[in-house]
């Protein structure tokens, strides 16, 4: 059984920054996709970044491209996810995703995802 535990969040003022990270375990986690999504207070669940897997590259949305970077590295079986210039709109709570190989055209949709952590806070505010 696959288990995602994201951490890093917290609480921070605009334009500051913050790192997440999401440790994955109970899988070949080369072959998977990974991605980070959030979930605003009232909204949808929102595509953040992904990384395809087995060497394929990594996806950021358009609203969080030239402030956030995911990475990952393999040998901690870890994705990472560098939040820089915070804003308030950017409060969610963040969750990682894991899901098998998926194509590019998947990759920014939840439904494909079949493992999800549970979350980590992230609070923009003055």
């Known amino acids: 059984q696959v288990q995602l535990v994201e951490s890093g969040g917290g609480s921070v003022p605009p334009v500051g920054s913050l790192r997440l990270s999401c440790k994955h375990s109970?899988?070949?986690?080369?072959?998977?996709?990974m991605a980070w999504f959030r979930e605003a207070p009232g909204k949808a669940r929102e595509f953040v970044a992904a990384?395809?897997?087995?060497?394929?590259?990594?996806y950021h949305e358009d609203s969080v491209k030239g402030r956030f970077t995911m990475s990952r590295v393999n040998a901690e079986n870890t994705v990472y996810m560098q939040m820089n210039s915070l804003k308030q709109k950017d409060t969610a709570v963040y969750y990682c995703a894991a899901g098998r190989s998926l194509i590019n055209s998947a990759l920014q949709l939840p439904s494909p995802y079949v493992y999800w952590g549970r979350g980590t806070q992230v609070t923009v505010s003055s």
């Open positions: 990384s395809k897997g087995n060497g394929g590259s990594i």
């Open positions: 109970g899988g070949t986690f080369n072959a998977y996709s």
